[in-house]
Every structure is written in C-alpha cells, then in structure tokens.
C-alpha cells in the first residue's frame, strides 16, 4: 500500500456510509495525529492504538447525530504522493464557512486550519472534512 492516508479516510467514509460504530485503520503516526484532530473537532468519537501480534493498528469509534446520520458529511484527501499541496497561513482563513475542518501539517506538528491561521502557520494541506 503506498498512501495509508488514502486508506485511512477511505475506510473512515466507507464505515460511515454503512453506519458502523467502529472501523480499523493502519497505524502510522501522521494518521493518529489526524485523529487527534478529528476528535478535538467532534467528527469522531474516539480512537485507541492496539497492538496485535507485533503489528500495531488504530481503532477509531465514530459519531453519530440523534437522528442516526454520521457527523461526516465528506472528507477528502488533498495532497497525494504524486501532487503535494502546500498552503500559506493566509490561504487557510475558513473552508465551508467555518462548518468544515482542513488538516494541515506544519512545522508545529498536524492542526486545524483555524489554529494554523492563529499561529500564522502555512504548510502541507492533507485532508479536508466537513
């Protein structure tokens, strides 16, 4: 497998769509701190890193409103490993007028946009969730 972001979100949009209380990812780090964000944000519930024989994966717990709907209306990979997309603090300003979320990982690790646009942050826009 050669993006395991890709993957990660892939399964978090397919595990959602069929309204699962629970999907498992691939363990790396960068996808762990997304989670981090996720969950700071409220789009998902929790996440647990679990070692199984010697290999490590992430369970994460998603979120569902009172009628039964997944708080995830979409979330989309940005930067690719062919493509990288890289953005400016200022280009981080809002996206969906401040209903949806852009992962950015800067040189003070992976945050939201907001938080980049406070610390005047630019970097490399890997997923967008709404």
């Not at 363990?27 to 010697?54: C, H, P, Q, R, T």
């Not at 003070?108 to 946009?113: C, F, L, R, S, Y």
Request: aromatic share 8%; hydrophobic share 35%.
């Amino acid at each position: 497998m050669s993006d395991i972001i890709a993957d990660g979100l892939t399964r978090i949009r397919n595990a959602a769509a069929r309204k699962l209380d629970t999907t498992t990812l691939l363990y790396s780090k960068l996808m762990a701190n997304i989670l981090e964000v996720f969950k700071n944000k409220g789009y998902i519930e929790s996440y647990k890193v679990e070692d199984k024989d010697n290999k490590q994966s992430i369970v994460v717990v998603l979120k569902y409103d009172e009628n039964g709907n997944s708080v995830i209306n979409e979330i989309k990979k940005i930067s690719k490993p062919g493509r990288r997309d890289y953005k400016g603090y200022n280009e981080l300003k809002s996206f969906k007028n401040g209903y949806g979320t852009i992962v950015v990982s800067t040189n003070k690790g992976v945050i939201a946009n907001d938080e980049a646009y406070k610390n005047k942050v630019g970097g490399e826009v890997i997923c967008s969730i709404w």
